[in-house]
């Protein structure tokens, strides 16, 4: 049996714990002195491909680079 006293805040906000640890760690990034707020913000950086499948063969990928939202608090 589960207890509703014991529910995180972060929950309790309709947040997952993936969210409030991202918005947790955006904080402590721009609270961040140089150089190390340029070397935090580059590591951020998030780099992947995409394929899609047709006919049971991966076609051409797609690169991505997208850097996460960062919120304004």
Known sequence: MASSAAVPFWRAAGMTYITYSNICANLVRKCLKEPF?????NREKVHFSLSKWADGKPQKPVLRSDAPEVSDF
């Not at 707020?37 to 913000?41: V, Y």
């Open 37 to 41: 707020k340029a070397e935090s913000m």
